[in-house]
């Protein structure tokens, strides 16, 4: 998913938590994001985006003991993969969160982020311009929480459904 999802996609992520929930899996939901106010405190807005749509999705993110984890992008990240920096904190909506006069601008997370960072942003597709690097982080970050032989056993359960399909496809190319 991306930036604020529409009520539809929210509800059946939790849904789909909830099943998994139920089979007892550990629910995460792990976030890559801009290094910009928002994006740095996207786990709250992640958080309390999924919990507005509960009733709609019969469960809340703290029924399903759903964890956001938030991966990316930091400082770090950014200064190691030489990530080009933006200098302004304009929004999707054309306002700019170091002025004065936007509506945000004196919440704790976007002055916080002002005195440590400035009036400046990282929009995660900059990892784009180095997607080793971010389909590393990518699987590090996965990796720990899906080891390699669950992985495995996944692969395996789908093996018959691919020769299945695959079967079906080459009939259907030779009845043409």
């Not at 703290?62 to 770090?76: A, S």
């Not at 904190?89 to 440590?116: C, F, I, M, W």
Request: net charge negative; proline share 3%.
């Amino acid at each position: 998913m991306k930036g604020w999802t529409d009520i539809n996609s929210r509800v059946d992520m939790l849904e789909r938590f909830e099943r998994r929930h139920a089979e007892g899996k550990r629910c995460v939901l792990l976030v890559c994001g801009d290094h910009d106010p928002g994006g740095l405190h996207i786990s709250d807005f992640v958080h309390s985006n999924l919990d507005d749509v509960a009733i709609p999705a019969g469960c809340s993110p703290n029924d399903i003991d759903l964890e956001i984890v938030r991966f990316g992008l930091n400082k770090d990240q950014i200064d190691r993969l030489g990530l080009m920096w933006i200098d302004n904190l304009e929004t999707s909506s054309g306002k700019n969160l170091a002025s004065p006069r936007h509506a945000d601008h004196n919440k704790g997370y976007v002055q916080s982020y002002l005195r440590e960072f400035g009036v400046r942003k990282v929009e995660a597709n900059a990892l784009m311009a180095q997607p080793n690097a971010a389909r590393e982080l990518c699987l590090d970050t996965i990796h720990q929480y899906i080891d390699d032989e669950a992985v495995e056993e996944y692969e395996a359960s789908i093996e018959e459904v691919r020769e299945e399909l695959a079967g079906r496809i080459a009939e259907l190319i030779d009845g043409e």
